[in-house]
């Protein structure tokens, strides 16, 4: 079976802070990961994907992710954090070969100017 | 580039009505994706669909059917609307599996009364 798990159902900072937000996964062999996010009355749009290699990847509007396979985990990183950043972020997980993502329940990040 | 167009935008219908929701995409992309985002959770996947005329079932698929019948387009029927349901019913297409992100619509948002 395979699942994500983002703990912090909100989080808040200031801006010009950094930014980290947690993803965990369970997965029986090498995933294929993915940060999406969705800005307030819009839809879902990718940031960055990890499939094999370098384990720090980079996305767009800033964000980076790193893929610890020790402790299963895939944090998403910005600094400086900026208030439109402001926007729900959700991991995503695809096992290898199976079309099918899961997503976690998501991160609302709010970010006070 | 593409893009993905959802109608209707918004559906509001009577408990026990079948109600179908409509998915373009013009990236001529081969799989295509229906979830269902509540409030506060993540997107659960309905169906999926590798190419035209192929289904397969999400984790959610009970109470819903789709059809592939061309492959710029995806439908989702409710197939009994449930009393006070409220959720946003969101499309996406990719070109395959894993290596690929998916693209997602601006969604349908049901509200049944």
């Known amino acids: 079976a395979q699942s994500v798990d983002q703990p912090d159902a909100h989080v808040t900072l200031s801006e010009g802070a950094s930014l980290e937000l947690r993803c965990s996964y369970s997965?029986?062999?090498?995933?294929?990961l993915f940060w999406y996010v969705q800005y307030p009355g819009q839809s879902l749009q990718f940031l960055l994907k990890y499939i094999t290699g370098d384990t720090v990847v980079k996305g767009t509007k800033g964000f980076e992710a790193e893929f610890r396979k020790s402790n299963s985990s895939f944090n998403l990183k910005k600094s400086p954090a900026h208030w439109s950043d402001s926007a729900k972020y959700f991991c995503?997980?695809?096992?290898?070969?199976?079309?099918?993502?899961?997503f976690g329940a998501g991160t609302r990040l709010k970010v006070i100017a | 580039g593409g893009i993905i167009t959802q109608t209707p935008k918004f559906l509001i219908g009577q408990e026990g009505q079948k109600l179908t929701l409509k998915c373009q995409q013009n990236f001529n992309h081969d799989t295509m994706y229906w979830y269902r985002q509540d409030s506060g959770k993540g997107l659960r996947l309905i169906y999926y669909?590798?190419?035209?005329?192929?289904?397969q079932k999400g984790d959610l698929s009970e109470g819903y059917d789709a059809s592939r019948e061309k492959k710029s387009s995806f439908s989702l029927t409710v197939t009994s609307a449930q009393k006070n349901e409220m959720a946003v019913f969101l499309c996406?297409?990719?070109?395959?599996?894993?290596?690929?992100?998916?693209?997602f619509g601006p969604g349908t948002r049901l509200l049944v009364l």
């Open positions: 996406a297409s990719s070109p395959g599996t894993g290596l690929h992100t998916q693209y």
């Open positions: 669909s590798i190419t035209e005329n192929d289904l």
């Open positions: 997965y029986s062999a090498a995933p294929y």
């Open positions: 995503a997980l695809e096992g290898p070969g199976n079309y099918k993502y899961v």
